[in-house]
């Protein structure tokens, strides 16, 4: 077959088929271990551009036949509309001042906090609100007086709903320290409110199912009400107005004790904590060794014959311990104040007990 000479057929390119033959990319094709064969180009140590008949024309034209090799690592004209060249670099930027160290610290000075005024003092809740208050001064402000009760009279309301609670507290089982914070929540109840306005023993029956809650020996309603009906035939305690009313009297009445359980709690502003003063004595006393004696159980009576009057409304409960006490040793003929740390474990003074002596004594 004689050789014969094609000239180049238009180019054809195709997205899967790579556009030049093998033979003609030195670059990427180049083994030197392979044999030589004739059609191979001469080896040369420093490669340099294949001479092409084309080149003159590429330099004239600038364009390039698509049979010429081309860098493999150039871009395309697609790519570098796409990723554009970063730009020459040029001088490096001069170097950021260094910042001059900070001037040092003054040293700290101490200056006493401010003390705030009475107003902006936080309010103490519970037993130490009430201790503020004077005798002389609850007397004074009772919301009764208005109505025409008198000091005497008032005192003996008190006594009766103090009666009352003492006999309900015990036919549910309640122990004496829920009964206690009943009777605290009716005076602190009847200090804001007239007793000629409301009926004091059904707040007191509300005041007990609130104290039973809050003390965490809860019962329920329908069993205080049940409760409250049958010790009302020994008291002045009257259910024939709920009676009067129809077949759906204990209804009423029940709902009666809940309005009157709510009108607590907004009178007293949901302070519902109350310390009372029989953790102290049997602390106080359990350090003075003589928590095991009668002067203990006295001292303890001694304390529930207190809640009659208005001592928790004047005094903390540490102060009504060591009058209970003090007034024991006296009814036994028993100085107590010759134990050195009497009045250390009280955490009270002579003056105080003295008080709570003189109120103890008028109960009894």
Partial sequence: ??????????????????????????????????????????YHPNPVAHAHPYGVVAAATGTVPYHVPRDPLALSHLQERLFP????????????????????????????????AASERPREGGAAAQALLSRDAIERRSPSRRDGIDSALETRLRASYCAYLRCLGIRLGLPQTTIATAVVFCHRFFFHRSHACHDRFLVATAALFLAAKSEETSCLLNTVLRASCEV???????????????????????ESVIQAEQLILTTLDFELEVVHPYASLSSALSKLGLSHTVLFNVAWNLINEGLQSSLWLQFKPHHIAAGAAFLAAKFLRYDITFHPNFWHEFKTTAYIVQVVVQQLKELL
Wanted: proline share 24%; hydrophobic share 25%.
């Fill in 85 to 116: 060249p970063p730009p020459a670099a040029g001088p490096p930027p001069p170097k950021r001042a260094r910042r001059a160290p900070d001037p040092p610290l003054p040293p700290p000075t101490l200056q006493p906090a401010p003390i705030p």
């Fill in 232 to 254: 009302s035939q020994n008291q002045e305690f009257n259910l024939l107005p709920y009676m009067l009313r129809g077949q759906d009297w204990f209804e009423q009445y029940r």
């Fill in 1 to 42: 077959m004689s050789s014969q000479s094609f000239a180049a057929g238009p180019a054809i390119h195709h997205p899967h088929i790579h556009p030049y033959p093998y033979h003609q990319d030195p670059l990427l094709h180049t083994n030197t271990r392979r044999r030589r064969r004739d059609h191979d180009d001469p």
